[in-house]
Nanobody
Framework: QVQLVESGGGLVQPGGSLKLSCAAS????????MNWYRQAPGKERELVAA????????NYADSVKGRFTISRDNAKNTVYLQMNSLKPEDTAVYYC??????????WGQGTQVTVSS
């Protein structure tokens, strides 16, 4: 079955960096776009970044452009989110996501990112 396992979250000071990873299994990873979402307390889940199957033409939420970078390694079935210049408003649970036509919309368990001094 499809599994997405995020890692790399934690507590970081404002201005710091974190790199999230999402290990995927149960589907042909290299065929599908991958997404990172986040959900802050009391807010709706929002799309942070997306990367197509080939790795080009990435997309970002305006709030993270220039600070976050999404990438993927199809040989390792892993998608990453490098987060630099972190702000307190980046505090959220970050989720890995894949939509597979005719099968469904899949989510990882999430990883907590807390930006605080």
């Amino acid at each position: 079955q499809v599994q997405l396992v995020e890692s790399g979250g934690g507590l970081v000071q404002p201005g710091g960096s974190l790199k999230l990873s999402c290990a995927a299994s149960g589907f042909t990873f290299s065929r599908y776009s991958m997404n990172w979402y986040r959900q802050a307390p009391g807010k709706e889940r929002e799309l942070v970044a997306a990367i197509p199957s080939t790795g080009g033409n990435t997309n970002y939420a305006d709030s993270v452009k220039g600070r976050f970078t999404i990438s993927r390694d199809n040989a390792k079935n892993t998608v990453y989110l490098q987060m630099n210049s972190l702000k307190p408003e980046d505090t959220a649970v970050y989720y890995c996501n894949v939509r597979i036509p005719y099968l469904g919309n899949y989510w990882g368990q999430g990883t907590q990112v807390t930006v605080s001094s």
